[in-house]
């Protein structure tokens, strides 16, 4: 492993977004380095209020800040809910950029997404390949945002020499996940459909679209690793991708899970539903580079997302 450059160790770090399943996973990561984080709930700090933003930080000064707090979801929410997706993650990542600007915050990791790249990229796709297409209509309200948090950055560290950096992960999955229904992502929306079709005894399940479309799943323990893995060893310009490496039809997916959670039925595919982008691999080379890989495989991650959903974890209702 390589000497860092910019050491967590001995710092006081404020993990925006601490409730949320990225926030999560940067706590259990933080504390088992033995960091207490810095962290603070709606109430006490409205992240997209630009007055008790500023404040927050005049009081508390964290000298390191990894950005997780975002309004995210699903094909359905992005599409029926356009400007909660861009007013909400634009007010938070100008925001808290700009307060820890101001008060003298030393390192700065924006968490942003996959979808920000063109819904054709070149698979698997390069950091370089940012705003050379049209974006995924069914999504672009969140990836507009997330480009605009990536640009603030950049533009914070060239006129100000600021040491911002952004991270962008791939689909995430794991405890803490939103497992609703009509408001989450494929991974958790299929695990709770499957386990409820076992309990029911139902004898198939119908999965939106054609079930051809690629995906790559990055469980969110890995990506809390990486993220401290590049706020420690990455210093520059450019964002960086965070992924596995590897990919999976959302058929395979399917199968997978209803083999973890043991659903025996039928699999149908609703052709009428959207697919999405055709294929989303991120190219991970430059974090591997680094010294970085994911370590949790996609069926054990699911193992383990479907043990913290049997528990009671994240949002269920």
């Known amino acids: 492993m390589p000497e860092p450059l910019f050491p967590l160790a001995g710092k006081s770090v404020f993990v925006a977004g601490h409730r949320g399943m990225v926030g999560q996973a940067l706590v259990r990561a933080l504390k088992a380095r033995g960091i207490e ?133 791939s689909n995430l999955y794991g405890p803490g996940d939103n497992y609703h229904p009509e408001n989450s992502h494929v991974l958790p929306a299929l695990i709770r459909r499957f386990h409820e079709a076992k309990a029911a005894g139902t004898k ?20 809390a690793e990486g993220t401290l893995f590049a706020t420690e060893h990455y210093s520059g310009e450019g964002h960086l991708n965070l992924g596995t490496g590897t990919d999976v039809t959302i058929a395979e997916l399917a199968g997978l899970i209803a083999k973890v959670v043991g659903f025996e039925g039928a699999l149908a595919h609703d ?9 989303k691999l991120l190219d991970v080379s430059k974090l591997a580079e680094l010294g970085w890989r994911a370590r949790t495989s996609l069926e054990e991650g699911i193992r383990l997302a479907y043990a913290d959903f049997l528990a009671g974890g994240g949002r269920n209702r």
């Open 204 to 223: 198939s399940v119908t999965l939106w679209g054609s079930g051809t479309p690629r995906r790559e799943f990055l469980f969110v323990d890995d990506l």
């Open 37 to 169: 984080p810095i962290v603070a709930s709606r109430a006490e700090v409205d992240l997209e209020n630009q007055a008790e933003t500023e404040c927050w930080f005049a009081k508390n000064r964290p000298e390191v800040v990894l950005l997780a707090a975002a309004h995210v979801g699903g094909i359905l929410a992005n599409n029926s809910f356009p400007r909660d997706f861009l007013y909400k993650n634009v007010m938070i990542a100008a925001n808290v950029i700009e307060a820890a600007h101001r008060h003298g915050v030393g390192k700065l990791v924006n968490l942003g997404s996959s979808c920000i790249y063109p819904k054709f990229a070149e698979q698997p796709i390069r950091e370089e390949s940012l705003l050379t297409g049209s974006l995924e209509p069914t999504n672009e309200w969140y990836a507009i945002a997330k480009i605009a948090a990536i640009r603030l950055a950049q533009s914070y560290r060239r006129q100000f020499g600021a040491d911002m950096i952004s991270l962008m992960p």
């Open 271 to 279: 052709r009428s539903k959207p697919d999405g982008t055709p294929r």
